[in-house]
């Protein structure tokens, strides 16, 4: 019954203007504030600064449910607390039934942990049939947790996940899908030698007699659905060689054949042309005009004023504001984005840089990263930060030997380094602590012992052996001096924790005593009190003479440590800044390309 | 087809694609060429290579080998490997034709479902290590692949099979000719059209082929992987079986040894006919014209006198030639997307 209004209510699509949002007005019951929604853009500064400033702690917002959260509700203000209602307005419109335009799927208050990693801490998002929603956050803030949850992929470990006002489990990715959730990905996966058309219709190819597949119609389907979509694509060509958004293209035409009801679209702007962004966009308005619930996930706030009604904003694995778009400027959502506690300043003196120990000069590979040119000196620490996939990783890669360049130069103390030669990067002083600890860091069924000494070997052996006594004393030496929290030197390595796992990965390379170490993600998913120990580590090494490439998508880490920041986005530098002088949000802007916001660092700072 | 000329060049990778249409296009055509070629060139030197009688024994002895090759394309097309066809075939092989001897006057036919039963039996126990054990198949094969081929030295022991004991109805099936084109030949051709076409126009065919491209979205795309392996195993078994009973009746006499090696043989023509050795694309019919050709060039060398030696030279280097033409596309491909997909508008 319920569906039926929504419906209705929905045909209107645009009605978003205005309609809708009383809709959930009433819904919301007494709140008094909600009628005042337009009036939120009137005076969208004010108090959201208020807001951010006063209140870092976040999940404020989302606490509305009657999480302690909802204590600085009354305490912040009317203007304040319109948009801030939304959380306890929607989920009471779904469960009081007065909605009258309900969403097609809502989750509410969703957390997922592994182990003890809180990926998720309280994700809500609501959907509803012919309005394309925003998901932002930086990384890490919990959005491809909250992705996955909507797919099927993660079971949440708490919070319900309701479609048509209907509490639903979903176990596995083929139930999102019969449930009418298509997830696109950034990257999709297709079956790279069955055509187009194959790959929308898989497992459900229209047949003829005899139960053979009927490739014509299967085609003239296709076809049809591109049409549709405005899109021009052969469906008769095998997908592989596709570019992403011809893939991606597959996939919404898929979801469409699905007859799906509500699209996920994880990032999928970020390996996109502007002309392909472009048509990209015009089939999602095509899609959402006829009536389906789009999430569009996205770091180009431009992007997301251009196509969403309504935006949420995640941080911390927490919703800490959901509202429509009308009114917003991009400084709004940085500013939501970034809202947390500054972390402290470091209180470790920086020394002053000596020589310059690494040099890039315009390195290049095609289609990953253009004309990155940098210097590291002698006890510096230098941040290269940016967006995931702005091709931070692939120039540390580069400049390590693993990746081939197509131009430009790398050296160390003044001596070229050989492109595509981790052994030569390792002998001019080049350490580098990968990405991916588990897989490119370690080798996990071997012992830490030897997999500190791994890098070390050609000092510890002795007419082509490896001497165990000398291997021992290395690795005590450097567990003890990094405090790395360990059973037995020979025990298996995949028995310890992340933060010591990443302390060895570090031991391995410090045992070759680097001029330079280039650290990539060194703290991802480790604890807190480890961390700290990472940080005060780099800190020493550059106290000491090292010159510390650091990668990191954490800002406030960056902050913290740094000399200098570089910031990357899509494969090129786009700003530098001295360690005094950068916030989060000038940074967070020159990484996702946006105008810093006015007059707010003076707010977060 | 149709829009492809209308695409904007921003969206479109019209090089790209081309190179790849073109490739796979003569992936296909590639093996006759080949074909065409080696047969002018050995019968232009020695015009006895195309005598009837040679042209019918190379049809006959790739009867053998096209029919495995069909069983293994369904597992290699499905990103598997099936090592124990050979030791299928020699178990089959001995195993059936021995029953002329035990039960006289028994139906051909009844042998040859014998056969078709043993292999059958094999098929099913690689096809459940497999799928359900999550065994790599590589592993399993190879394992049965000793199996099987111990099963058959136990049985057999120093004994064999001689051709007296067969009736000579089971004999002259590999001689029977129409037009002088082998009967046999002529049959295996349509249980191979047919396997490819099932290949070609069914879900389960196809399922087959998405499961070699990308196993994890053929999982997420609710395609049942295990079964349509399980079942590419079983028929990759009882075909070999089946090949095993046109084996005893081509050369007579059978011990413990036949089909040893045979495997090998037959994975190099599946990949010399086009399939793709990690799965995903190739055909049965172009596994059949790779086998075709193998027996061709060993003919052909015969016929001319050179050393078997430039035999098995010649097979692994078109083995090689085969795998660098997959990896020269492959990474043509790659590098052509690399720098088209870049981020740089």
């Given at each position: 019954?319920?569906?039926?209004?929504?419906?209705?209510?929905?045909?209107?699509?645009?009605?978003?203007?205005?309609?809708?949002?009383?809709?959930?007005?009433?819904?919301?019951?007494?709140?008094?504030?909600?009628?005042?929604?337009?009036?939120?853009?009137?005076?969208?500064?004010?108090?959201?600064?208020?807001?951010?400033?006063?209140?870092?702690?976040?999940?404020?917002?989302?606490?509305?449910?009657?999480?302690?959260?909802?204590?600085?509700?009354?305490?912040?203000?009317?203007?304040?607390?319109?948009?801030?209602?939304?959380?306890?307005?929607?989920?009471?419109?779904?469960?009081?039934?007065?909605?009258?335009?309900?969403?097609?799927?809502?989750?509410?208050?969703?957390?997922?942990?592994?182990?003890?990693?809180?990926?998720?801490?309280?994700?809500?998002?609501?959907?509803?049939?012919?309005?394309?929603?925003?998901?932002?956050?930086?990384?890490?803030?919990?959005?491809?947790?909250?992705?996955?949850?909507?797919?099927?992929?993660?079971?949440?470990?708490?919070?319900?996940?309701?479609?048509?006002?209907?509490?639903?489990?979903?176990?596995?990715?083929?139930?999102?899908?019969?449930?009418?959730?298509?997830?696109?990905?950034?990257?999709?996966?297709?079956?790279?030698?069955?055509?187009?058309?194959?790959?929308?219709?898989?497992?459900?190819?229209?047949?003829?007699?005899?139960?053979?597949?009927?490739?014509?119609?299967?085609?003239?389907?296709?076809?049809?659905?591109?049409?549709?979509?405005?899109?021009?694509?052969?469906?008769?060509?095998?997908?592989?060689?596709?570019?992403?958004?011809?893939?991606?293209?597959?996939?919404?035409?898929?979801?469409?054949?699905?007859?799906?009801?509500?699209?996920?679209?994880?990032?999928?702007?970020?390996a996109l042309s502007a002309a392909e962004v472009d048509r990209l966009f015009d089939v999602v308005r095509a899609l959402s005009a006829s009536g389906t619930a789009i999430?569009?996930?996205?770091?180009?706030?431009?992007?997301?004023?251009?196509l969403c009604q309504w935006v949420t904003v995640m941080r911390d694995g927490k919703q800490v504001l959901t509202q429509r778009l009308d009114g917003l400027v991009a400084?709004?959502?940085?500013?939501?984005?970034?809202?947390?506690?500054?972390?402290?300043?470091?209180?470790?003196?920086?020394?002053?840089?000596?020589?310059?120990?690494?040099?890039?000069?315009?390195?290049?590979?095609?289609?990953?990263?253009?004309?990155?040119?940098?210097?590291?000196?002698?006890?510096?620490?230098?941040?290269?930060?940016?967006?995931?996939?702005?091709?931070?990783?692939?120039?540390?890669?580069?400049?390590?030997?693993?990746?081939?360049?197509?131009?430009?130069?790398?050296?160390?103390?003044?001596?070229?380094?050989?492109?595509?030669?981790?052994?030569?990067?390792?002998?001019?002083?080049?350490?580098?602590?990968?990405?991916?600890?588990?897989?490119?860091?370690?080798?996990?069924?071997?012992?830490?012992?030897?997999?500190?000494?791994?890098?070390?070997?050609?000092?510890?052996?002795?007419?082509?052996?490896?001497?165990?006594?000398?291997?021992?004393?290395?690795?005590?030496?450097?567990?003890?001096?990094?405090?790395?929290?360990?059973?037995?030197?020979?025990?298996?390595?995949?028995?310890?924790?992340?933060?010591?796992?990443?302390?060895?990965?570090?031991?391995?390379?410090?045992?070759?005593?680097?001029?330079?170490?280039?650290?990539?993600?060194?703290?991802?998913?480790?604890?807190?009190?480890?961390?700290?120990?990472?940080?005060?580590?780099?800190?020493?090494?550059?106290?000491?003479?090292?010159?510390?490439?650091?990668?990191?998508?954490?800002?406030?880490?960056?902050?913290?440590?740094?000399?200098?920041?570089?910031?990357?986005?899509?494969?090129?530098?786009?700003?530098?800044?001295?360690?005094?002088?950068?916030?989060?949000?000038?940074?967070?802007?020159?990484?996702?390309?946006?105008?810093?916001?006015?007059?707010?660092?003076?707010?977060?700072? | 087809?149709?829009?492809?000329?209308?695409?904007?060049?921003?969206?479109?990778?019209?090089?790209?694609?081309?190179?790849?249409?073109?490739?796979?296009?003569?992936?296909?055509?590639?093996?006759?060429?080949?074909?065409?070629?080696?047969?002018?060139?050995?019968?232009?030197?020695?015009?006895?290579?195309?005598?009837?009688?040679?042209?019918?024994?190379?049809?006959?002895?790739?009867?053998?080998?096209?029919?495995?090759?069909?069983?293994?394309?369904?597992?290699?097309?499905?990103?598997?490997?099936?090592?124990?066809?050979?030791?299928?075939?020699?178990?089959?092989?001995?195993?059936?034709?021995?029953?002329?001897?035990?039960?006289?006057?028994?139906?051909?036919?009844?042998?040859?479902?014998?056969?078709?039963?043993?292999?059958?039996?094999?098929?099913?126990?690689?096809?459940?290590?497999?799928?359900?054990?999550?065994?790599?198949?590589?592993?399993?094969?190879?394992?049965?692949?000793?199996?099987?081929?111990?099963?058959?030295?136990?049985?057999?022991?120093?004994?064999?099979?001689?051709?007296?004991?067969?009736?000579?109805?089971?004999?002259?099936?590999?001689?029977?000719?129409?037009?002088?084109?082998?009967?046999?030949?002529?049959?295996?051709?349509?249980?191979?059209?047919?396997?490819?076409?099932?290949?070609?126009?069914?879900?389960?065919?196809?399922?087959?082929?998405?499961?070699?491209?990308?196993?994890?979205?053929?999982?997420?795309?609710?395609?049942?992987?295990?079964?349509?392996?399980?079942?590419?195993?079983?028929?990759?078994?009882?075909?070999?079986?089946?090949?095993?009973?046109?084996?005893?009746?081509?050369?007579?006499?059978?011990?413990?040894?036949?089909?040893?090696?045979?495997?090998?043989?037959?994975?190099?023509?599946?990949?010399?006919?086009?399939?793709?050795?990690?799965?995903?694309?190739?055909?049965?019919?172009?596994?059949?014209?790779?086998?075709?050709?193998?027996?061709?060039?060993?003919?052909?060398?015969?016929?001319?006198?050179?050393?078997?030696?430039?035999?098995?030279?010649?097979?692994?280097?078109?083995?090689?030639?085969?795998?660098?033409?997959?990896?020269?596309?492959?990474?043509?491909?790659?590098?052509?997307?690399?720098?088209?997909?870049?981020?740089?508008?």
């Amino acid at each position: 019954m319920e569906n039926g209004e929504q419906e209705t209510g929905s045909g209107g699509l645009p009605g978003s203007g205005g309609l809708p949002g009383s809709g959930r007005d009433t819904g919301s019951g007494g709140l008094p504030g909600s009628g005042g929604l337009p009036g939120s853009g009137g005076l969208p500064g004010s108090g959201r600064d208020t807001g951010s400033a006063g209140l870092p702690g976040s999940g404020h917002e989302t606490g509305s449910g009657g999480l302690p959260g909802s204590g600085h509700e009354t305490g912040s203000g009317g203007a304040q607390s319109l948009p801030r209602d939304e959380g306890p307005m929607r989920s009471e419109g779904a469960m009081g039934s007065e909605g009258s335009k309900g969403p097609v799927l809502e989750l509410r208050h969703a957390a997922k942990s592994f182990g003890a990693v809180q990926a998720l801490l309280d994700g809500s998002i609501e959907l509803r049939p012919g309005e394309v929603h925003a998901l932002v956050g930086e990384n890490g803030a919990g959005k491809s947790t909250l992705v996955k949850i909507l797919a099927g992929v993660y079971l949440p470990d708490a919070g319900a996940l309701l479609i048509d006002g209907q509490e639903v489990t979903l176990h596995g990715p083929a139930m999102a899908q019969a449930a009418g959730i298509a997830v696109i990905y950034q990257e999709p996966a297709l079956f790279p030698d069955l055509t187009v058309a194959e790959n929308m219709f898989i497992g459900r190819q229209p047949l003829r007699a005899g139960r053979r597949i009927d490739r014509r119609a299967m085609r003239a389907e296709a076809a049809a659905i591109f049409a549709r979509l405005g899109v021009q694509l052969d469906p008769a060509r095998i997908a592989r060689g596709l570019s992403i958004a011809d893939q991606q293209v597959v996939e919404i035409g898929k979801a469409i054949s699905l007859e799906a009801r509500v699209i996920v679209m994880d990032e999928p702007t970020a390996a996109l042309s502007a002309a392909e962004v472009d048509r990209l966009f015009d089939v999602v308005r095509a899609l959402s005009a006829s009536g389906t619930a789009i999430l569009f996930i996205s770091h180009r706030l431009e992007e997301v004023f251009a196509l969403c009604q309504w935006v949420t904003v995640m941080r911390d694995g927490k919703q800490v504001l959901t509202q429509r778009l009308d009114g917003l400027v991009a400084g709004d959502l940085v500013r939501a984005m970034v809202g947390r506690e500054l972390a402290e300043r470091p209180d470790e003196a920086h020394g002053t840089p000596g020589e310059p120990l690494l040099s890039v000069e315009r390195l290049t590979r095609e289609g990953v990263f253009t004309d990155i040119s940098l210097t590291v000196r002698a006890g510096e620490i230098v941040a290269l930060a940016g967006l995931v996939g702005s091709g931070r990783s692939e120039v540390a890669r580069a400049i390590f030997g693993i990746d081939r360049y197509d131009a430009g130069s790398v050296a160390v103390c003044g001596h070229g380094l050989r492109r595509g030669s981790p052994t030569g990067a390792m002998a001019a002083g080049v350490g580098f602590v990968p990405e991916d600890r588990r897989q490119q860091g370690l080798v996990m069924d071997m012992s830490m012992q030897q997999n500190i000494a791994l890098a070390s070997l050609q000092r510890l052996q002795h007419g082509g052996l490896i001497r165990a006594a000398a291997e021992r004393t290395l690795a005590k030496d450097w567990a003890d001096r990094l405090k790395i929290k360990y059973g037995r030197l020979k025990g298996p390595v995949s028995m310890l924790s992340g933060g010591n796992q990443q302390k060895v990965v570090l031991a391995k390379w410090l045992g070759r005593r680097p001029a330079v170490l280039i650290v990539d993600e060194p703290t991802r998913g480790i604890d807190v009190a480890t961390k700290a120990e990472v940080h005060h580590l780099l800190l020493q090494l550059a106290r000491d003479g090292v010159g510390i490439l650091m990668i990191s998508s954490e800002l406030p880490e960056v902050l913290r440590i740094s000399d200098r920041i570089l910031v990357m986005r899509e494969g090129r530098l786009m700003a530098e800044f001295a360690h005094s002088g950068a916030s989060e949000e000038e940074i967070l802007s020159a990484a996702t390309g946006q105008a810093p916001p006015t007059g707010s660092s003076g707010a977060i700072n | 087809m149709v829009s492809r000329s209308e695409r904007p060049p921003a969206a479109a990778g019209p090089s790209a694609r081309r190179l790849t249409e073109r490739a796979f296009r003569i992936r296909e055509s590639g093996i006759i060429v080949v074909l065409v070629v080696f047969v002018a060139v050995t019968a232009s030197v020695q015009p006895r290579f195309l005598n009837i009688t040679n042209i019918q024994f190379i049809l006959i002895n790739t009867t053998v080998f096209a029919l495995l090759a069909l069983g293994e394309t369904m597992v290699v097309i499905s990103r598997n490997y099936d090592l124990s066809v050979g030791s299928v075939l020699g178990l089959s092989a001995y195993l059936s034709a021995n029953l002329f001897g035990q039960h006289h006057g028994i139906p051909i036919a009844v042998v040859f479902l014998a056969g078709l039963g043993i292999g059958l039996a094999c098929g099913l126990l690689n096809g459940i290590m497999v799928s359900a054990g999550q065994v790599p198949s590589l592993v399993v094969t190879l394992a049965t692949l000793y199996i099987f081929r111990g099963v058959d030295i136990l049985i057999v022991g120093g004994k064999e099979v001689v051709a007296s004991s067969l009736p000579s109805a089971f004999l002259n099936i590999p001689k029977a000719t129409v037009f002088g084109i082998p009967i046999l030949a002529i049959a295996i051709a349509v249980v191979i059209g047919i396997g490819a076409y099932y290949l070609r126009s069914f879900r389960s065919g196809r399922e087959l082929y998405a499961i070699g491209s990308n196993p994890d979205a053929a999982r997420l795309a609710g395609i049942p992987v295990g079964r349509r392996v399980f079942v590419a195993f079983t028929v990759s078994g009882a075909i070999a079986g089946v090949a095993g009973v046109l084996w005893a009746a081509q050369y007579g006499t059978i011990d413990s040894t036949a089909g040893t090696g045979y495997e090998l043989q037959v994975i190099s023509a599946v990949v010399v006919g086009g399939v793709a050795i990690f799965g995903g694309s190739g055909s049965a019919v172009g596994a059949a014209l790779g086998a075709l050709l193998l027996n061709t060039i060993s003919s052909a060398l015969y016929v001319l006198g050179i050393s078997p030696f430039w035999d098995q030279a010649i097979w692994g280097f078109l083995l090689l030639l085969a795998i660098s033409v997959d990896r020269f596309i492959a990474v043509r491909l790659a590098v052509a997307l690399r720098v088209r997909g870049g981020r740089h508008e």
